[in-house]
């Protein structure tokens, strides 16, 4: 929506609003007229809502694999990777205990940390991840059992590297439809756990992390302003894992050919991101009412470094200050990329109230995605209380607490129960008939 558009919106819910308060109504024999009688609650128009950015925070592992450690397992050059990606080195998951549940549940711990929000606030949990715990429970269930969000929905997305900003955009609609006031969105990924550690095509490209924010409901404008989405499956089989679904359940032959590994077509994903990435940053621009000129800051996936240099710089001749790239401390963290850089461009001072953000992705599907963000809340992070802090570690402890105790009820249940069950059989009456 235009600045022009969302003056002239504010205008005419205000107006409609004083129409129903009974400022403007023309009341007749004590009697509304038929065309401004008071309409049902749903059919209201509401003032407009807007979705802001109030919290935000990353996690990735310890572990360090620099290129010169690849160097010792494939045939590969740390040259060779630093001029063809821009990536220097990547962090890996190294216990069995990290997961893309445990760095998204940590990056969310951050954002709601910066937010000050204490858990049970939160009305829905969406990870976007390529990397599940599992196809289901989703890992946003976990994430959400982890934080103790007993009045939440939760579920994971899927649009691979284009995840987060397809799940800003979902954010977005589900508070400015008003069915929610805070919802948290993550990227998570433990890509180290689907490549081929002896294919260099794209073992040297993934890296593992998450990044989350925060985004609540507001009157004031601004916030993730414009969505652009978009989707072409004829791309399919350029970059995927092409077993371990129902297509090709796991079985020893999907084992034994590795077909479990991501497999990528690199150099047609490489032409397909240079052009949409530019296209998709134009659309959402035009959409959100902002010329070129007057972005900020681009926060870009983190594929590779000239994928960025030829769409982003080069077609839209944005400065290179003004893109952030962060690509050679993490590879490609995929639905985790944007949000990590973003919380580094906060942290290094990149962001100020009243900026012009873009977020830009694309990725298997093959999928694309952009966000225009009026950044509209103050950077500095807010003293929070240590009432509130103190609340939120209770919330936590509790949320462990309680979902051992249901684990151990319901494991409880299920031996008592078939027992039961044999003890008092279920009587059906005289007259009823087996059924064939
Ligand atoms: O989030 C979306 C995920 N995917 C992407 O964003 C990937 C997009 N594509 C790319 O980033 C690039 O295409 C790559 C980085 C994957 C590859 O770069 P490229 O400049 O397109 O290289 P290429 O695939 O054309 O390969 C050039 C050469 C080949 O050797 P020959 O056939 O010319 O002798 C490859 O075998 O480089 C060789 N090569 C390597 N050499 C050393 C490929 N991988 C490696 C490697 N180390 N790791």
Redesign the pocket.
């Known amino acids: 929506m235009t600045a022009q558009a969302h003056e002239d919106h504010e205008a005419e819910s205000k107006h409609t609003a004083e129409s129903l308060n009974g400022t403007e109504r023309s009341v007749t024999n004590g009697r509304y007229p038929a065309e401004r009688a008071p309409q049902p609650v749903a059919t209201r128009v509401q003032p407009p809502r807007y979705a802001q950015i109030i919290g935000w925070g990353y996690e990735v592992p310890e572990r360090v694999v620099t290129n010169q450690d690849l160097e010792q397992i494939?045939?590969?050059?740390d040259e060779?990777?630093r001029t063809?990606?821009g990536i220097e080195e990547r962090r890996v998951v190294a216990e069995p205990l990290e997961t893309t549940a445990s760095l998204g549940t940590q990056a969310a711990r951050k954002a709601l940390e910066v937010a000050d929000l204490h858990p049970a606030k939160v009305d829905l949990v969406i990870c976007a991840t390529s990397s599940p715990e599992h196809l289901f429970p989703s890992t946003a269930s976990i994430i959400q059992d982890n934080l103790g969000i007993t009045q939440a929905g939760a579920f994971d997305l899927s649009a691979a590297?284009s995840g987060f900003v397809y799940a800003l955009s979902v954010a977005r609609g589900q508070i400015m439809a008003g069915d929610a006031e805070y919802v948290l969105v993550i990227g998570s990924e433990t890509l180290s756990r689907m490549v081929d550690w002896t294919d260099?095509?794209t073992c040297?490209?993934f890296g593992d992390g998450a990044g989350a924010v925060l985004l609540a409901a507001s009157d004031v404008p601004g916030g993730v302003t414009a969505t652009v989405l978009g989707s072409d499956g004829s791309g399919a089989e350029l970059?995927t894992i092409p077993s371990g679904g129902s297509a090709a359940p796991a079985s020893l032959e999907t084992v034994s050919n590795g077909s479990h590994y991501i497999r990528?077509d690199?150099?047609a994903?490489?032409r397909f991101?240079t052009r949409i990435m530019a296209e998709a940053t134009r659309q959402v621009l035009d959409r959100a009412g902002v010329p070129v000129s007057e972005v900020d800051l681009v926060v870009p996936?983190q594929?590779?470094k000239r994928?960025i240099q030829h769409s982003v710089l080069r077609q839209l001749k944005i400065p290179e200050d003004k893109v952030y790239v962060n690509v050679h401390k993490y590879g490609?963290t995929?639905s985790a990329s944007i949000p990590i850089a973003l919380c580094e461009a906060i942290d290094e001072g990149k962001v100020a109230p009243g900026d012009n953000l873009v977020f830009v992705g694309?990725?298997a599907g093959l999928t694309w995605g952009a966000c225009a963000v009026k950044w509209s809340v103050p950077i500095e992070k807010p003293e929070t209380s240590w009432w509130h802090t103190t609340q939120r570690q209770a919330a936590y402890q509790a949320a462990a607490a309680r979902s051992m105790w249901k684990r151990a009820i319901r494991r409880l249940y299920s031996q008592v129960e078939p027992r039961a069950m044999t003890r008092r059989p279920v009587r059906k009456p005289d007259n009823e008939q087996p059924t064939p």
Do not use: E
């Not at 494939?74 to 050059?77: P, R, S």
């Open positions: 494939v045939d590969t050059q060779w990777i063809r990606t590297c260099r095509t040297v490209l970059l990528m690199g150099r994903v490489f991101a996936h594929a590779n994928i490609n995929s694309f990725g």
